[in-house]
């Protein structure tokens, strides 16, 4: 397209040799992607014809729900990824249905935050799991989201209870593809 | 990058020789753009090496602001693109500042709405101007938003009062680049 939308996109990169290292797949909702030994992010536009794996394209965008007195509480504690003592990730991409789309700004946000607590639970677990969102669905990806987190070894359990947390909320009842990626660096 | 992203890209292009003919153009804010005797809207992804004038891409993506009761009273009037009666068409392309994109949902929401009352005025005009919204600042382009206005040579007057009334609210201090490109058929 031109190099400032190269630069823009983000490419993950699924195959059979990279920096992370998958140690389990769970196709929780929808469709199966192949299965694949590596997951790496690409700050960069990806056009390749990989023989097998994905890759999948989504940028970072502006925030989208949160106001300004959750912003403050997130930011209190949140860290970028890249932490050396971070030897875990999770890459957890996701689609919502035509209904949740369909639904206006006020509407999405009661589901996101008043109903599931999207941010209030999240925010607790921000000390020890960093993590970002991309947004995939306007570049007409098969998903709507491919979020990626990082944490160590240490607070596996807490990532757990985190996801866990998540999946029994409101907002999930309209995501209709969720898989679930493990990693080890 | 792949046939459905190329699909969901919606391409601008300004050159010599099309459909809507430009009958003026004014650089209100920020940067001109090269002089181009016509503007077309081509829904996919054109690579296209031209020797003068432009390419601008964006998609079309989900309501950021708008709410139930506001969705409602707006689609009670709109019409899409294309009203074979309408024979003037406005182009302006918008960039906002960094400020802008740094403030959380709520803030924008306050500024855009309930300080600036974005979508109460526009939705009186609805009845007879045509227009849809294009999101361009994800793709790395120069503007933010791609906005095509379409409306009948009867109805001039009222789509400048639109125009006036919208740029000189609070949410227009944000706007960094503003160009106004008026065409006819």
Redesign the interface.
């Known amino acids: ?2 190099s ?6 983000i490419s993950f990169v699924g195959s059979n040799e990279g920096l992370w290292k998958v140690s389990k797949i769970e196709t929780r909702e929808g469709e199966a992607l192949p299965t694949v030994k590596t997951i790496d992010i690409h700050k960069k ?1 990806i ?1 390749t014809d990989l023989n097998e794996g994905w890759v999948l ?1 989504a ?1 970072i ?8 007195e ?2 403050t509480e997130l930011d209190k504690n949140s860290k970028p990824l890249g932490q050396p003592e971070y030897d875990r990730a999770a890459f957890i991409p996701l689609k919502k249905s035509d209904e949740w ?1 369909s639904l ?4 999405r ?1 009661k589901i996101f935050e008043e109903d599931s607590k999207h941010i209030q639970v999240s925010s607790k677990y921000l000390a020890y799991v960093s993590r970002q969102l991309h ?1 995939s ?6 998903f709507d989201f491919l979020t990626w987190f990082e944490y160590s070894s240490a607070h596996e359990e807490q990532f757990e209870e985190l996801c866990y947390t998540l999946r029994k909320a409101e907002e999930w009842k309209y995501v209709i593809r969720d898989i679930d990626f493990r990693m080890y660096k």
């Open positions: 397209m031109d400032a939308f190269d630069q823009k996109i536009n056009e394209k940028f965008s502006n925030l989208r729900y949160t106001n300004r959750e912003k789309w206006t700004q006020d509407e946000r947004h669905r306007d570049l007409g990806q098969p």
